[in-house]
């Protein structure tokens, strides 16, 4: 009877194994490690981002001066840097002892860096009056921002030149709405109410009535 034998043994095989995954699948905690049941379990919901809002100088007061440089800035608007340079070479070839053909050779450099909405940018520096604050957004790139105080006080860029790797550039950005540091604050509250009445105070060496 081996045909007998083997059928029972599937039969007793395939019981185990709807047991398991039905018990799987009433037990939450298993069915998050079981590979059948996880394939078709949802995925946790990533936390909310937190928003971007404007680096001024409460938030130095907030966290302090010393923590400025742990954060990560963000730029609110693109800028555009343009550096231009170039010149003319100019002269007769010579071949030999004869005078030959004349040259000229224009050289146009055109660099173009675009710093575009939302860049990350890391603290360099900050003056002693915290009213100008350098940001870099590249190796070597810092840009400086200056406190708008008719702007809610946020750092700005006031327009300029950036200087960079030696050369300076000019910078084209929207004028009417001109980039501004970003920074990410995780603002949290927590309210510990506490309610109780108060006993009483006796004068030592004598009792209520």
Known sequence: MPFKGVLIRNIIFLSVIFIIMTGCCT?????RTCPVCSATQ???PAPPALPLEPFTPSITLEVGKDNIENFQFYISETMILKHEDGGIDGGVYEIGFIAGTGFTHIR??????IISSNTEGIFESISEDEETIYISFDEGLNIMFNINYGFGGRYQWLGGTVEYMGHFYNVDFDELNPPIL???MDR????DNELREAQGRVVPGRSNP
């Open 188 to 191: 949290r509250r927590t309210d």
């Open 108 to 113: 146009s450099i055109n660099d173009t860096i």
């Open 182 to 184: 970003l920074i990410k």
């Open 27 to 31: 037990n939450k905690r298993l069915c």
């Open 42 to 44: 949802p995925s946790l």
